[in-house]
């Protein structure tokens, strides 16, 4: 493919998604990322895109909210990898809160296995996920539905949070960065999270490497909220997703990183191509959190032995990082 039809291409997908990685831009074109990268440093020197890190956004600073066929195609492998590892933190018997979003819909599938779990969720996906678990009970929120997302929002929703209270919510959004935290480009999205944070003891947040740097228009969850951030190792080049990683770590965010074996990835510790072994660092958590329930640390020992502990254990490379 010439340089000029691989740059069509890539300008088409950013336009049609609104954001998309270099890994998955060089996945469609059939390219190395180094070409990817050089492709999209042409097409913002023309002003056509922005380079976010580790991926190519919509000129402008802020993206714009992609639909869910869109997002469902996005950063699959690592959504799996993240849903997989952030399964660990579901106890038998817990209730809890999960928002809607691609990545949390992975979640709910694996959740359908836990045993005399409550599940509180405006996200038709996440419900639907669950619909034959027979031992997990769901509940869902009031409110007006949203076509892009399949997720309840409005005051309905909100009222329906109103006094209650569970272990921790799950929660994915557009952007997250050190500085603001969580972020959504749209409002009523945003302000129904709020109200699922509010309900919960412990925020954990979901977010592939593609999200990390990135920022939106609309504050979900402060950083100082967020107890711990799942997410998928950055690719070796992505210096800007580790120096992220490392600042949300040095606010308190206990980070769990969960490796996807993907070509490329500095989670493959048998060399390039292969599956990604389990390297177990341990670390002391930080102290509790603002809002955290006394005695509800008993689930928070570090991600390294959770996830050796699990199924899944061995696709994931766990680090738990404290604010130094």
């Known amino acids: ?30 390219t190395s990322e180094v070409t990817v990268r050089r492709d999209v440093r042409a097409l913002e020197a023309e002003g056509l895109l922005d380079r976010r890190h580790g991926g190519a956004v919509l000129p402008g ?16 492998a690592e ?40 599940v509180v969720t405006n996200s038709l996906l996440v419900a639907q996920a669950l619909a034959h678990a027979n031992r997990v009970e769901v509940v869902m929120t009031g409110g007006t ?10 005051s309905g929703a909100e009222q329906s949070l109103q006094g209650l209270r569970v272990s921790r919510a799950f929660l994915s959004g557009s952007g997250l960065t050190a500085e603001r935290g969580l972020s959504t480009s749209n409002m009523l999205s945003a302000s129904v999270d709020r109200a699922l944070v509010q309900a919960a003891a412990e925020v954990v947040v979901l977010a592939d490497h593609t999200k990390l740097g990135t920022d939106t228009m609309f504050q979900t969850v402060p950083t100082d909220v967020i107890t711990r951030l799942v997410t998928d190792e950055p690719p070796v080049h992505d210096d800007r997703a580790a120096t992220e990683l490392q600042a949300l770590a040095d606010q308190g965010v206990q980070i769990a990183v969960a490796g996807t074996g993907a070509p490329g990835n500095s989670g493959d510790a048998g060399g ?26 008993s689930p928070l020992r570090t991600a390294a032995v959770l996830g050796e502990q699990s199924p899944g254990g061995e696709r994931a490379r766990v680090a738990d990082l404290r604010r130094r």
């Open 1 to 30: 493919m010439f340089a000029a039809e691989r740059r069509q291409l890539i300008l088409e997908m950013v336009r049609a998604n609104g954001a998309v990685s270099l890994r998955e831009l060089a996945r469609v074109v059939q």
């Open 61 to 76: 600073g802020f993206t714009r909210e992609s639909g869910f066929p869109q997002k469902s195609h996005l950063a699959t």
């Open 79 to 118: 959504k799996t990898a993240i849903a997989d590892l952030a399964a660990n933190f579901v106890q038998e018997g817990e209730a809890i809160v999960v928002g809607a979003g691609t990545t949390t819909q992975e979640l709910a599938r694996r959740l359908a296995r836990v045993p005399g779990l409550t």
């Open 145 to 154: 539905l949203r076509g892009s997302n399949y997720a309840l929002v409005g």
């Open 272 to 297: 390039e191509g292969t599956p990604a072994r389990r390297q177990r660092r341990d670390v002391p958590l930080p102290g509790p959190r603002r809002g955290q329930v006394p005695g509800a640390g």
